[in-house]
């Protein structure tokens, strides 16, 4: 066991919670109409499609596999036993991951891209998003190299998150584990650390704090008196922004 494992396994950790809660909290009181994910929909939206949708799904659908096994170790471990479930879940959790690789690589292509997002795109977007490409890789990574990772996740890597929660590292299981497993780990608190100073904070909020947040003021580039008349011809066009 290492000084840097123990940084990386032991200290590091707390750093980036501290900094996650910390930051979310000031970014909301400060700037609460900024924590938005800065919707590109309005910009360009049937390439978008392709890549939101499948992304959102798949991240959400892996998340909860994640949460699951940190939760419930002994359900999970209950749920493997039987080898037609386990297969059947490492199929399923790979397919999303592969999904959401996919749609996340044709998200940063067309952030670059078109010129629309440009405009609204910063350096800390592009950061996230190649953060989150490169645990996406480890994780399909491991997926296909070491099998059975929602067994030995319960089995091992539920009980140094909980050692985490409950201030008192155990991370002997960590150590032994495989150089790609611990960078994986490592990039789930990176990207904690990230979060508050990126537009992934808006998934904390939304939509529970548009019921008690101040109005928003929009403003309108259209005749207000000509959208609302009932005599306006009816148009089967989808509006465009300019």
Same mark, same amino acid.
């Given at each position: ?15 980036? %919670? ?5 930051? !979310? ?24 499609? #392709? ?9 959400? *659908?892996? !998340? +909860? ?11 999970? =471990? ?5 080898? *037609? ?15 959401? @690789? ?9 952030? @670059?891209?078109?010129?629309? +997002?440009? &405009? ?9 998003? &190649?953060?989150?490409?490169?645990? %996406?890789? +480890? ?17 091992? +890597? ?6 985490? &929660?409950?201030?008192? $590292?155990?991370?002997?299981?960590? *150590?032994?584990? $495989? *150089? ?12 904690? =650390?990230?979060?508050? !100073? ?5 998934? =904390?909020?939304?939509? !529970? ?23 306006? $011809? #009816?148009?089967?066009?989808? $509006?465009?922004?300019?």
């Amino acid at each position: 066991m290492s000084i840097l494992d123990n940084f990386l396994f032991k200290t590091f950790p707390y750093i980036a %919670i501290g900094i996650f809660v910390v930051g !979310f909290i000031y970014r909301y009181r400060q700037m609460g109409f900024k924590v938005s994910s800065l919707s590109s929909q309005f910009l360009e939206g049937k390439r978008g499609f #392709w890549g939101t949708v499948p992304f959102h799904f798949g991240i959400l *659908v892996i !998340f +909860l596999g994640h949460l699951t096994a940190w939760l419930f170790p002994g359900l999970t =471990l209950a749920w493997n036993s039987s080898p *037609v479930r386990l297969i059947a879940i490492e199929i399923l959790a790979f397919s999303f991951g592969l999904s959401v @690789l996919i749609a996340l690589a044709g998200l940063i292509l067309r952030r @670059l891209t078109h010129p629309r +997002l440009q &405009v609204v795109t910063t350096r800390m977007d592009l950061a996230i998003e &190649v953060v989150l490409l490169v645990q %996406i890789v +480890l994780g399909c990574w491991i997926a296909l190299g070491y099998r059975w990772g929602s067994s030995w996740f319960a089995a091992d +890597l539920s009980p140094y998150l909980w050692s985490i &929660v409950k201030f008192n $590292p155990q991370i002997n299981a960590i *150590v032994a584990m $495989p *150089v790609v497993i611990k960078y994986h780990i490592v990039g789930v608190f990176l990207i904690l =650390l990230l979060i508050p !100073f990126t537009r992934l904070i808006h998934f =904390l909020v939304a939509p !529970f704090h548009y019921l008690w947040r101040p109005y928003q003021r929009v403003m309108w580039y259209w005749n207000r008196k000509a959208v609302r008349s009932a005599e306006t $011809p #009816w148009s089967t066009k989808q $509006p465009r922004n300019n």
